[in-house]
C-alpha cells in the first residue's frame, strides 16, 4: 500500500512538473514573440515570429491539460486581477479628463 501510494505521489509530482516547465517555455516563448522584431534578422523574423506563437500555444494548452483546474483557478484569478487594475486605472484617467474639460469652460 505505501509502495503504490509513494509512485501516485511521483505520478503527480512529474505531471506537475512538466505541466509547469512547458507553461515556462510558453511564457518565454510568447516574451521573445516580441523581441524579434528589434532584432537585425533580414528575411527570417517572420518564420522566427510563427514557430515562437505555434511553439508558444502547443505548450500553453499541454501545460494547462496537465495541471488541470489548478492552473486555470490560478490564470484567472491574475486576469481578474489585471482587468480590474486596467479599469479602475481608466477610470482616473476619465474622470480627471473630464475635470480638466470643465476647468477649461
Same mark, same amino acid.
Given at each position: 500500500m505505501n509502495n503504490n501510494t509513494n509512485n501516485t505521489e511521483s505520478k503527480k509530482n512529474i505531471t506537475r512538473t512538466t505541466g509547469y516547465t &512547458? &507553461?515556462? !517555455?510558453?511564457?518565454?516563448?510568447? !516574451?521573445?514573440?516580441?523581441v524579434v522584431p528589434f532584432l537585425e534578422l533580414k528575411n527570417h523574423k517572420l518564420i522566427i515570429t510563427s514557430i515562437l506563437i505555434i511553439i508558444g500555444e502547443i505548450t500553453f494548452y499541454a501545460s494547462i491539460a &496537465? &495541471?488541470?483546474?489548478? !492552473?486555470i483557478k490560478k490564470l484567472k484569478g491574475f486576469l481578474k486581477i489585471f482587468i480590474n487594475k486596467h479599469q479602475?486605472?481608466?477610470?482616473i484617467n476619465n474622470k480627471s479628463i473630464g475635470n480638466e474639460e470643465t476647468q477649461k469652460h
Open positions: &512547458l &507553461l515556462t !517555455i510558453s511564457f518565454f516563448s510568447w !516574451i521573445c514573440v516580441f &496537465l &495541471l488541470g483546474k489548478q !492552473i479602475h486605472r481608466n477610470e
